[in-house]
Nanobody, 115 residues
Framework: QVQLVESGGGLEQPGGSLRLSCAAS????????LRWYRQAPGKEREWVAV???????NYANSVEGRFTISRDDAKNTVYLQMNSLKPEDTAVYYC?????????WGQGTQVTVSS
């Protein structure tokens, strides 16, 4: 059974840092691109970052230079290191991959950036 479990969200002040984790079971993350998305209240879900062995790491313009996506193959886990957080980064963050015609999502983790 394929499962993605996000963790690491919380409340952080502007300028602070958080690291999100996406732990996978039932799939080897080395063989699929793993993406992070986020959804702010009242807004559509937006893509944040992706990592895969062919194209490496890529980021949305809004997070380029502040966020870093990485993967620990031994733990089958992908991370999203978020630095220099801004209030506009407030959202529920989801990890995702697509295999064939099926998209798999985690349950999401809330990130709130506020003073």
């Amino acid at each position: 059974q394929v499962q993605l479990v996000e963790s690491g969200g919380g409340l952080e002040q502007p300028g602070g840092s958080l690291r999100l984790s996406c732990a996978a079971s039932g799939v080897d993350l080395r063989v699929v691109p793993l993406r992070w998305y986020r959804q702010a209240p009242g807004k559509e879900r937006e893509w944040v970052a992706v990592i895969d062995d062919f194209t490496g790491a890529n980021y949305a313009n809004s997070v380029e230079g502040r966020f870093t996506i990485s993967r620990d193959d031994a733990k089958n886990t992908v991370y999203l290191q978020m630095n220099s957080l801004k209030p506009e980064d407030t959202a529920v963050y989801y990890c995702n991959f697509v295999l064939g015609a099926t998209a798999y999502w985690g349950q999401g983790t809330q990130v709130t950036v506020s003073s």
